[in-house]
């Protein structure tokens, strides 16, 4: 077990595999809760480099991504260098509410489309892929692969069926971790119902990131992490 305090600790890629009907091999990454403020500099550079290296196909931002102005210089640095990529699409997170303007005219300047309670249907990798973001949407009925991308964890089961990956963050893995079992990450969990890494609901994953920020940089056994997707990366199991 690890104390972390401050802002400039290592991050870690947790690695998920997607295997939709057609196939295809594309990359989704994941990345929520980045909380920029004025020592957000070492976050932005180490972040852009591992982009960089991972080349996603697809990048979902999760919200929260600035704790102040200073925060926006920041995230539009970032936003700048990830730019050439081709599909970025990002939610608001609660604490960008202040600022939403700002930040949805940095991501829309920087080839990225917001998509706050909106959906987008893409084709990538040789799939059509159907993008819902901040809530979930009518199926298109012709997706290979549908997406739903959130803040704030919830309660799936009644639309689970509808996609093949949900996404989500906000609660920082509630940013210290005593014990952890299947279920979720202790204590946290005995409060947030959706404090855990993963769950399955038929052919659809929930993964849910710790975040890649605090506002209050303490965490105790609770790496911050972004969530990658290999779509086809590999034979899926024998049933």
Not at 129 to 157: E, F, K, M, Y
Not at 204 to 227: E, M
Request: proline share 5%; hydrophobic share 35%; glycine share 8%.
């Amino acid at each position: 077990m690890k104390l972390e305090i401050g802002y400039h600790h290592p991050f870690e890629i947790r690695k998920y595999s997607c295997f939709p009907e057609k196939a295809a091999r594309i990359k989704i990454l994941y990345l929520s809760d980045l909380h920029y403020n004025r020592r957000g500099q070492r976050l932005a550079e180490t972040l852009c480099e591992e982009i960089e290296q991972i080349h996603p196909d697809i990048i979902l931002l999760g919200g929260d991504y600035t704790d102040s102005r200073m925060g926006l210089y920041y995230f539009q640095g970032m936003m700048d260098a990830i730019a050439h990529f081709p599909n970025i699409f990002a939610i608001c997170g609660n604490h960008d509410r202040p600022r939403e303007r700002q930040t949805r005219n940095i991501i829309e300047a920087c080839n990225g489309t917001w998509l706050d309670n909106s959906s987008a249907t893409i084709t990538a990798g040789g799939l059509i892929i159907q993008i819902d973001g901040g809530a979930p949407s009518a199926p298109s009925g012709t997706a290979d692969l549908s997406i739903l991308c959130l803040h704030r964890p919830v309660d799936v089961a009644k639309f689970a069926h509808q996609y093949h990956l949900i996404f989500a963050g906000h609660l920082h893995g509630s940013q210290a971790v005593l014990w952890s079992t299947r279920n979720g990450l202790y204590p946290g969990r005995l409060i947030y119902k959706w404090n855990r890494l993963s769950a399955q609901f038929g052919n659809c994953q929930y993964l849910i990131s710790k975040g890649l920020g605090d506002t209050l940089p303490i965490r105790y056994n609770c790496k911050k992490d972004a969530i990658l997707v290999e779509v086809g990366a590999s034979e899926p199991p024998t049933p």
